[in-house]
């Protein structure tokens, strides 16, 4: 993700002769893209080292809720949100059906990922609600333990790239005499760009 978002500043930079302002639909659009992007990358077998023949997948991927961009009483441009997130997981082990049963290990175990409460005011300590359908077992526990906190930190490290972005975005157009929120024709071409980028 870090890549990506190195190149979308760097298209930044180049778009400057681009029309700034940017709108609530845009913004939010902008930050939906980057968390489900995060998210769906996530090689979470590697990152768990799993053994081989089990998978585990988040599935589909929800975000919820609405982004503005604002300035301050002092002209500071702030980045305003309150998103939602709702993800399944799931987990499967792919053995021989004598080997599972000798094992004791069940086939697919699934379950979701929800944060309810995306905003500035709990960014730094987001309250993960998780679920699943086969309690106190390894990969449920996994998921539990170490899967909810990959979650939230994929999250947050997609808002404050979101939110910098943005806000560099309009506070270097705001000292350059850019467009006003409404935006135009540029505008809409650079964000549909950048939300692309997170999409692909």
């Known amino acids: 993700m870090h890549a990506i978002g190195r190149s979308i500043l760097a298209r930044m930079a180049a778009s400057s002769s681009d029309a700034v302002g940017v709108s609530a639909k845009e913004a939010t659009a902008f930050a939906k893209a980057a968390i489900t992007h995060s998210l769906s990358q996530l090689d979470l077998d590697k990152l768990f080292q799993l053994p081989e023949g089990t998978t585990l997948r988040l599935s589909p991927i929800n975000v919820l809720g609405e982004c503005s961009v604002t300035r301050s009483r002092h002209g500071k441009v702030v980045f305003v949100y309150e998103l939602a997130l709702m993800v399944k997981w799931q987990a499967e082990v792919k053995l021989e059906a004598e080997t599972k049963k000798e094992l004791e290990i069940p086939w ?33 526990e996994l998921m539990r333990k170490l899967g909810c906190e990959v979650v939230k930190r994929s999250v947050v490290t997609s808002i404050n790239l979101v939110r910098e972005t943005v806000e560099e975005r309009c506070a270097n157009a705001g000292a350059g005499g850019g467009a006003d929120s409404r935006g135009g024709a540029g505008e809409q071409s650079w964000w549909s760009s950048v939300v692309g980028a997170w999409q692909r």
Do not use: M, N, Q, Y
Request: net charge negative; hydrophobic share 35%; proline share 3%.
């Open 108 to 140: 697919e175990v699934s379950g979701d990922l929800s944060i309810s409460d995306i905003s500035a005011e709990t960014i730094d300590d987001l309250e993960v609600v998780f679920t699943t359908t086969l309690r106190g077992t390894p990969l449920s």
